[in-house]
């Protein structure tokens, strides 16, 4: 272990996780477990950044998120698995970085402005807003990682936090902090039931948990080519929802026979979709099973959650330890 180099990611819980997680995020995450030194955590903190007027269940949803990242496949004996709020160090470093972030550097992050205006009916005037980026900073370099798996879109915040790396190190004439990469990973967008981007707000999910039923009856009324309004019409599956799934969930025959038979009208929507849904069912139904074991075992997932706080607030604490010194507090 000690030779890999080591990667962090977290999410915000959100409870249940669907589709789109999985394929954008979470699969990844499993991948990596084979190359690197694995660091997941439940960004609790953060989910109060937007949500502190109204945090809803935020314990509960993060017990059921790190249900489905078990579930998924994410291995508590290669990945240390947190919760963020545990680690207490986290918001010791995130106040220490934050004295020495200008404050330009976060008012030019982009994502800031943008969310204000696609969340206004939410005050984001706070300072916990502006400032969560140093709380992302700290919370990657606290482990000294040397990547972050992210999307094209969280790149600046990836180069936010090298900066701030950067400059801790430059102040304190310390190399305490690595400056983290971002892993680039190209993830399928897989769009919801109404083929619009998959979210639990838009109520247009599959999750990653839903029994062969549930599957069954969402696939059933997803949205299709919306030219072909007759069996007889041909369609074309490159703008129909129902086809992005079986590139993910179906064979390479399935997939030529599919769009051939809707191109030529030789195949109708509802069979189709019966074709998914018998694909869908099969890859999630280990995930399922998975999911009984470890709700039927609530010690055990205490546990592991136990475990990964332990090893996290090992490494968080030696972290520490250094900056102290550093600064000479
Ligand atoms: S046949 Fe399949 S791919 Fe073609 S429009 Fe119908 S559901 Fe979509």
Redesign the pocket.
Known sequence: MADRKRVLSGMRPTGRLHLGNLHGALENWIRLQDQYECFYFVADWHALTTDYASPGNIGENSREMVLDWLSAGLDPRRSTIFVQSQIKEHAELYLLLAMITPLAWLERNPTYKEQQQQLEHKDLGTYGFLGYPVLQAADIIIYRANGVPVGKDQLPHIELTREIARRFNYLYKSEIFPEPDGLLTEAPVLPGLDGRKMSKSYGNCIFITDSGKDIAEKISR?M??PQ?VRRNDP???E?????AY?KLYSSASEIEE??H???SAG???????KI?IRNVAARLAPVRERRAKFESDPDGLRDIIAAGNARAAREASATMELVRRAIGI
């Open positions: 997803m299709t080519d072909r369609g074309n599956p703008v129909c929802p129902v086809f079986h599919i769009a038979g809707c191109r195949i109708g929507c509802v069979e189709c979709k998914l």
